[in-house]
Structures are given as C-alpha cells and as structure tokens.
C-alpha cells in the first residue's frame, strides 16, 4: 500500500487539526492503519490506530483529544487533533500493517507515508 499524508499546519495551543492519508492499493481494508509522530531529537512512537473492523487505539498522551477513523471504500485514513498542545509538536506519519492486530512499534508497520509537520505554538 503506498500512503501520501495531508494535513499539517501551524495552530495555537487549543486549536484543531485534521491529518488525513490517502492509500493506493488493493489491501487497505485488510490493513492495520495507525498515525505515528516523532519530534525532534525523540523517537517515533504510536498517537493512534485502527484495525479493519474499527477497533481503536490512543496513546494516553492523546486519549481524549485525537480522534483516529477509517473510510476502507475510499482507502482513506483520518486523524482528528483538537485541543493540541505544544508538545504535540511532531512531524506525523501515516502507516499500515497487514494483519488484524494493532501493533505499538514503528518497526510492525510495513508501509509508510511521507510524513506531515504539525506545530503547535504556544
């Protein structure tokens, strides 16, 4: 599956971003699709994920304020941002995973995105 990431932007602290990512490709809807970030000098770690029937996960850091959906008919992928908070600050990736589990590491994913900046200013 290839992936192509939109979305990002520059907003104030309590503000609200929507990320989306587009996919090509056969098997996005067998696909575990999830949103990872990296912010400089740190690693790559999961904000959220969603399996093919819509099961969902969130990083603690996020719970409550992210929002991760899937449209599998039109092989899209959504992250919903609101109340973002500096530290959100990230560069964000969109990344799929064959198989039904979600998996928390970078290395589980197979397909990646290009990756989207969001910067959020205080």
């Known amino acids: 599956v290839q992936l192509q990431a939109s979305g990002g932007g520059l907003v104030q602290a309590g503000g609200s971003l929507r990320l989306s990512c587009q996919a090509s490709?056969?098997?996005?809807?067998?696909?575990?699709m999830a949103w990872f970030r990296q912010a400089p000098e740190k690693q790559r770690e999961l904000v959220a994920a969603v399996t093919s029937g819509g099961t969902t996960d969130y990083a603690d850091s996020v719970k409550g304020r992210f929002t991760i959906s899937r449209h599998n008919a039109k092989n899209t992928l959504t992250l919903q941002a609101d109340t973002l908070k500096p530290e959100d600050t990230a560069v964000y990736y969109c990344?799929?995973?064959?198989?039904?589990?979600?998996?928390?590491?970078?290395?589980?994913?197979?397909?990646w995105g290009q990756g989207t900046l969001v910067t959020v200013s205080s």
């Open positions: 990344a799929g995973r064959s198989g039904s589990r979600i998996a928390y590491y970078p290395r589980s994913y197979d397909d």
């Open positions: 490709g056969r098997s996005f809807s067998n696909y575990v």
